[in-house]
T-cell receptor, first 116, second 115 residues
Framework: NAGVTQTPKFQVLKTGQSMTLQCAQDMNHEYMSWYRQDPGMGLRLIHYSVGAGITDQGEVPNGYNVSRSTTEDFPLRLLSAAPSQTSVYFC???????????????FGPGTRLTVL | GENVEQHPSTLSVQEGDSAVIKCTYSDSASNYFPWYKQELGKGPQLIIDIRSNVGEKKDQRIAVTLNKTAKHFSLHITETQPEDSAVYFCAASKSSGGSNYKLTFGKGTLLTVNP
């Protein structure tokens, strides 16, 4: 298994540009989520999905859009990038069932985004 | 919503010493408390977790304790080694529908183990 993969690893955008951060997992996990990590702020939840076709907002959803058309993929869209969205973005996934520790969240390697 | 406070923000120890990182949480309904280790340039990786029906859990050199009454939990690393140097995050969540997917993280502790 490749686990949780994210692309790209690095991205530089200009203010106002749009882009999509890709996240995929091959573990048949139902739950997927996006976090952003800023210095001294820990990780903050942006959006999450409890299964294909179902998404919901986290703590800091403004300026981001998500969709979940398949179990494997959970892309994060920046509609009009702003300097405040400069951050490291992590995707995570976990099983849906609390059984034998199967709800562990597995994180991807991250995407480092800079908005000029 | 849940609020997780983590202390200290930086911790420097000598190789072989113990390290303790403490977290407090605000929501008494939280019942799942994982700890993650993040090495430079990588994503967080779960190292140990504890659920609210357990007071202590140990895995080799790593242990976690939970005090539900006081709403705090701690990570203990014994016999520290240079490869333990990393940023450690605590987190808390409420089990909802059978899964703990909405984690609230502390701000992290940079642990440095000096040889």
């Amino acid at each position: 298994n490749a686990g949780v993969t994210q692309t790209p690893k690095f991205q530089v955008l200009k203010t106002g540009q749009s882009m999509t951060l890709q996240c995929a997992q091959d573990m048949n996990h139902e739950y997927m989520s996006w976090y952003r990590q800023d210095p001294g702020m820990g990780l903050r939840l942006i959006h999450y999905s409890v299964g294909a076709g179902i998404t919901d907002q986290g703590e800091v959803p403004n300026g981001y859009n998500v969709s979940r058309s398949t179990t494997e993929d959970f892309p994060l869209r920046l509609l009009s990038a702003a300097p405040s969205q400069t951050s490291v973005y992590f995707c995570a996934s976990s099983y849906s069932v609390l059984a034998g520790g199967r709800d562990t969240q597995y994180f991807g390697p991250g995407t480092r985004l800079t908005v000029l | 919503g849940e609020n997780v406070e983590q202390h200290p923000s930086t911790l420097s120890v000598q190789e072989g010493d113990s390290a303790v990182i403490k977290c407090t949480y605000s929501d008494s309904a939280s019942n799942y408390f994982p700890w993650y280790k993040q090495e430079l340039g990588k994503g967080p990786q779960l190292i140990i977790d504890i659920r609210s029906n357990v007071g202590e859990k140990k895995d080799q050199r790593i242990a976690v304790t939970l005090n539900k009454t006081a709403k705090h939990f701690s990570l203990h690393i014994t016999e520290t080694q240079p490869e333990d140097s990393a940023v450690y995050f605590c987190a808390a969540s409420k089990s909802s529908g059978g899964s703990n997917y909405k984690l609230t993280f502390g701000k992290g502790t940079l642990l440095t183990v000096n040889p």
